[in-house]
């Protein structure tokens, strides 16, 4: 199953679900159609599928077509597969394992005495003892890309090298800040592989959308990054800043998923409102400083100015009601960011751990629970909260621009 999280939908596209099902529809009658056998039947169906952007049927005719015919180039080649020059392999790595090769961390060798996996590269004592201080390595290579590792990170970008292991080195600093938050040590033999996906554009990260209707919800092309359940996706994006909070948004659901794993516990307002505290930083090409407030850099700061003003701040009630699925506007991101970043700095934030830490171990699966639980942590109180919380909030929000 894949997670769509979308950060910062700026409007709500028409939904192409109906467009997709016509398609298939379409896709199964001329498929049933075809004879069991019929190879050139296949490739022209491949090529109305490709016309059209469903690339997961498209793939899936070429794997019937080299069942058909093994030997069929034009598949093959669709595939990515490739020639050694005797036989086909899946991809340039399945060739290199298939001679029995190791990869190491910067080229495919030879298996080697003394070295230890992490992240499917082979590494010596030193490169992990460098990976263990924080620092990134530089992996493999190639034509507009390369790859960066990190302790928990396998970065894959099309970026510059310096650019890479400056944001690399940062998420790695984010994840250890995080695994503090909830006192959850990194233990190596546990290790997982944090899967880091990054595009040189925007514009590239858009055609790659739309290029997959299959994969891809059409509302995507509208958000800068995504967490699909495994790996985070999203491109440079403006400026560096608003790059790394991307990064740091998406990585923050990974790291509920994947390692803390309480992400099927949080209702939109907490997923979101969590991963936009940590995302709003400061960095300074050394250290990074997650859940500041932030008057220059800081755009939901900006908002919130806005929303006082009309006064329409969402209180404690408002809020604790939202469910599993989030508005997707950029206004439901702010107000979710605004009461997080407020509980965890005022007098409630102790009571607020508590409250947390019973929604994070799943006692908390409704939103009267999550209300009742919140008057018995937090406060009583509810309207007296929310009187004091728009005081507050609405003096930062002043701070915006000064
Ligand atoms: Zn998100």
Redesign the pocket.
Known sequence: MRYF???LLLVAAPLAAQDLAKLTAELNEKYSALEAGDVEGRRDLAKWCAARKMRISERRLHLEIIKLAPDDQPARKALGHVFDGEKWHESEDAMHLAAGKQRGLQQWASPTEGLTQLHEHWLTAEELKQLETGEPLRAHKGKGWLEVLTREYRVWSELKESETLELARMLEQAIRGWRDDITKPYEAGKAWTLEVRILKTHNDYVAMVKDDIETFHPDLAKSHGFFDGRACWGSYFDSPYRTRRIFL??AR?QFDMCIAGTFMHQPAWY??GT?EFWSVHEWDGKTLRMGVLNSENNEHLHFLQKITRRKKLKGAEATLKGGWEGDVDPEFYQQSWAFIYYLRNSAHTEAWRRWEAELLAGKLPDEGKRTEAFKKQVTEDLKAFDKAYTETTTKWAATYGE
């Open positions: 999280l979308i950060v948004h998406e659901h997923r979101e991963a």
